[in-house]
């Protein structure tokens, strides 16, 4: 039996096949016309996270995928493809920043979105771990000290919640308020979860305290600053304004920035 | 070529919104390609994904005209095949030291057998796999030039564009790439005699 070169070169020609399913969704991910999701479990449920070649585009309260892929091509334009599980980085990124973790990076897709919501969603991402900032800090730290609302609307327009911790923004006379992941309940437990008491700090706000200092240090800070909390309590002083403390000649702490908002409130 | 001319003025055009549209034409080649170079599937697809994805990032910087001045087929191809040489170069000396006979398959299917029968789809199978093991035991150069003219199927002109070299250098690079395939298939069949007889 002889071998021909026109033999080889048709065995060789049925060498071509087809690319795998999951090719054209992973390039088209990569670039950021489609997404991939998959879900995640969190301190609140089950969520489903949405990511591609430039970031995480969405983080979602639901299981129900058909939903939320109608509900991700109507927001943002592009298909949503089930990718089973999160890429380990990715996974492990978000498990260490949902910890507290602040210096963990996480990329995020966040086109389609105003400069002002970019803004106002950056700030929120440089408020620590068990603390909170009123939406009024949130408005004069961005430099926008009347647009408070805007800012409330921008919180819930986070495409990213969690990641970007909205959650840590409260209602500036000291009430938890409204949140866009699955409604006030589930701010509560996650702010619980990071070490917060929101009934308490309801119920301080209640009372008017607003501020508080240290006698030892002449220093005023907002309730729930980290250096707020390591004030032992025969030396916390509570403020019902910040013109109160800087007259009984406090000065503002540095880290918490408490006179920010104080014009916006 | 001309059939590419309508994608390439879409994608100079409207890069994001016909980009899907070259993923779908391309994507069975630039796989093919990436598979029969690399043989492992897992690999190929990476490298046909990043081919991809280098291919639209290089769209992304380019102007239109140059968009529209394309050559698609042999500019992907070049694309996928330094991304596989790279691979191939990363996995080190341990498999290229292998002796020839050791990447040979050991069970070839006798030809004349595999297009009838109930187990025509499992001969056909086999067959595809060993010829595909075949060309691995190629030199690079060799194997590249055979997977882009015959599993590919580029002419001459194009092959040539795609690895950047005269058209009678690939040409010959192809004849000497079909010539040694030629020598491992009868080392292989000569082996299944001896296997047999024994």
New interface residues.
Partial sequence: MTTTDADIEAAVAALRTTAPTTLRPKVLADVGLADLYARFESPIGPLIVAWNGLGVSEVEATDDDAAFEARHRARTGRPAHDAGELPPRLASAIARRLDGDRRVRIDLDLRGHTDFERDVWQKALEIPRGEVRPYGWVAAEIGRPRAVRAVGTALGHNPVPLIVPCHRVVRSDGTIGQYSLGGPGNKRTILRAEGLDPDGLESAARSGIRFVGSDTTHVVCLPTCHAAKRITPPHRVPFRSFERATSAGYRACRECRPESGVLAA | MDTDSPLLAALADDL?GS??TL??EH??????IA??LLGD?RDA?EA??DA??RA??ALAGYDAARIRELRLRPWLSTIVLNLCRSRLGRRGSVRASLSLDAALPGELEP??DSAHGPAETVA?RD??ND??GL?RTLPVAYRSA??LR????LSYPELALALDRPEGTVKAQVHRG?AL??TA??AAQRQEREEMTA
């Fill in positions: 994001d980009f899907e993923v779908v994507q069975d080649r630039l796989y093919s598979l029969r599937p697809e046909a994904q991809l994805v639209y990032r030809r004349t056909t067959a595809a010829w595909a060309l055979v997977v015959h599993v590919d199927g079909v395939l030629r298939f009868e």
